[in-house]
């Protein structure tokens, strides 16, 4: 398997592909800190006071949007870099002589994996030097970060599963990028519907007005909306199982339990890896 | 005879469809193995199934004597190369950093065999060219080389001059001719261009609904397409005697019959077979091309 690996960091090198969405990923880390400190600067905040740094965690917001849109590159990428394979037709020049099948997946998946950790880290290094002198350094504590840093490696991995198990099973790479694309936008619709339906208050404030119009009295009513006992459970646990649920908890530093989190993504990766490799081991390819 | 390839009874099916029906084949080592067939006759798909891309639904081939089934049929594999369908070739590097990524998944640790691998195939000056600029004969001369990357002994080759100009069929042919005589590559090629496949090949395999409808080698297949006059006689052992008193070459086809390969005046055999007492039928003169050799072989319906 190394000598594939070495052949694809090598295409990897080689493709435009990569240095694109680098590029886009430096852009997007650099403009996230420049607008916060021109929005922050428009709506008046001091920001060399210590306090007001404090108070707003600046880069925090602005550091972790990776996590939002890292599967959206994971899905373009792998879709695109991957599908190459079948589209000119050089996956056969592996199999031909003699390389197995699984090597060839497991090499795949983790060029895949390495190209968009580094589109990530891409992210969050220029982030970081430009949101730092501008915005001031993070001010939540120490664990939390490492814990979401953690956290949205091993969310990165379950993603980069998902796509791998596609695109390697789909012998066509134009409907693998719709796939992947269209699967990823859906994931994270999901998770944004959970969020909310997760989000929504248990009491709801009623009011009463008298005849005049005036608000005579506000009484907290319980929230019909508001899910409790086993369909809470329910809802939590799909928004920890969803890659994308965890994109939206990493991006806000919300998670309560990062352990269960990384526990539930490595399980999601492993579960598409195995099912992939399995299905590409059986593939009949042209 | 040593074979590179043998297969035993080897079908495959899809979904209802029997694209490979039993099909028994072997290729000699040394040989240029002309597989012929019409299209969606089996041959890319016993062309994937040797290669790997596909397994069979039942039987079985074996690569250098080892099976198929066995795990050491993916490092003979090794020593193959293969072109199937269209050049496997990564149209948005260079033809260099092609073989460059080849020589990387065959782990072959240096770069320097790149430059004369180009230039067998005649690509030492595309540069800077990516691949998706190359025409299609240059496209097609990169996959030939690809496959080469890993000095292989056994060349597969789909199609290679499948929409190809007058100078690209020429090209690849001498490249193709090259290769066997200089370096002792087998090479199994498969066309229906079969004026093409008469220049090059040593040995023919025809396959008709996914069965081997007649394997023969060139020599034998030119004796069947020789020019000959076709007789039929009372007596045969008569015929042998008159054709040998006039000093003409021939074959007994069977009691009543023979093929005579000679200029012949048919008043002088007459009396000559007159003389031994056998009388002369028929004469019916023949001049068989590969192509009606094929027609004639697979033209009508089942071969059972």
């Known amino acids: 398997m190394t000598k594939l690996l070495g052949a694809g960091f090598m295409r990897l090198r080689k493709t435009n592909l990569i240095w694109g969405s680098l590029g886009v990923c430096v852009g997007l880390g650099a403009l996230a800190a420049l607008g916060e400190f021109q929005f922050q600067v428009s709506a008046g905040a001091d920001l060399s006071v210590p306090e007001v740094v404090q108070a707003k965690a600046l880069l925090e917001g602005q550091f972790f949007e990776y996590a939002a849109f890292i599967g959206i590159l994971a899905a373009e990428f792998i879709s695109l870099f991957l599908g190459t394979e079948y589209s000119d037709g050089a996956i056969r020049n592996k199999i031909v002589v003699g390389h197995s099948r699984l090597s060839i997946y497991f090499a795949n998946l983790i060029t895949g994996f390495a190209a968009s950790l580094l589109c990530m880290a891409g992210y969050m290094l220029s982030c970081l030097t430009v949101g730092a002198p501008l915005l001031g350094w993070f001010t939540k504590p120490a664990p939390l970060l490492l814990w979401s840093i953690a956290g949205s490696v091993v969310m990165l991995a379950a993603f980069c599963a998902i796509f791998t198990f596609v695109t390697m099973n789909c012998s066509k790479k134009s409907t693998s990028v719709v796939i992947c694309l269209l699967g990823v936008f859906v994931l994270l619709i999901l998770a944004v519907v959970v969020n909310g339906r997760l989000e929504a208050p248990e009491f709801i404030t009623g009011y009463e007005m008298s005849v005049n119009g005036e608000i005579v009295n506000a009484v907290p009513e319980p929230n019909p909306h508001y899910l409790t006992g086993l369909e809470r459970e329910i809802y939590q646990f799909l928004y920890d199982l969803l890659p994308t649920g965890q994109s939206l908890q990493y991006t806000m530093l919300s998670f309560t339990d990062p352990v269960r989190l990384m526990g539930l993504s490595a399980a999601a990766a492993a579960l598409f890896t195995g099912a992939g490799a399995a299905l590409f081991k059986r593939k009949d390819l042209k | ?304």
């Open chain 2, 1 to 304: 005879m040593e074979y590179v390839l043998t297969t035993q009874g080897l079908s495959k099916r899809y979904k209802g469809f029997a694209a490979l029906d039993g099909l028994t084949m072997r290729v000699p080592k040394g040989s240029i193995y002309g597989f012929v067939g019409r299209n969606g006759a089996g041959k890319t798909t016993l062309i994937r199934l040797i290669c790997g891309l596909q397994a069979p639904t039942s039987g079985s081939y074996s690569l250098y004597g080892v099976d198929s089934a066995q795990k050491d049929i993916a490092k003979v594999r090794r020593r193959m190369g293969a072109v199937v369908e269209t050049p496997s070739i990564y149209l948005d590097l260079t033809a260099g950093d092609n073989l460059r990524e080849q020589f990387r998944v065959l782990g072959v640790p240096s770069d320097a065999g790149i430059p004369e691998l180009l230039k067998l195939v005649g690509l030492e000056d595309t540069g800077n060219k990516k691949a998706r600029n190359f025409s299609l004969g240059m496209k097609q001369r990169l996959g030939i080389a690809v496959a080469l990357a890993g000095d292989p002994d056994f060349l597969v080759l789909d199609e290679p001059v499948n929409g190809l100009d007058p100078q690209g069929i020429i090209d690849i042919r001498e490249l193709i001719l090259k290769l066997n005589r200089e370096r002792r590559i087998t090479v199994l090629i498969s066309s229906h261009i079969l004026d093409e496949l008469s220049r090059l090949a040593t040995h023919y395999g025809f396959i008709d609904g996914g069965r081997i409808v007649k394997e023969l080698s060139a020599r034998e297949l030119e004796a069947a397409c020789r020019k000959c006059l076709r007789v039929e006689v009372t007596d045969t052992r008569a015929l042998a005697r008159a054709l040998d008193a006039l000093g003409m070459e021939y074959k007994i086809l069977d009691g009543g019959r023979a093929d005579v390969f000679a200029q012949v005046n048919i008043s002088q055999l007459s009396r000559a077979l007159d003389g031994e007492g056998c009388e002369l039928l028929s004469a019916q003169e023949r001049d068989e091309s590969l192509e009606s050799y094929f027609v004639n072989l697979v033209g009508g319906g089942s071969h059972d």
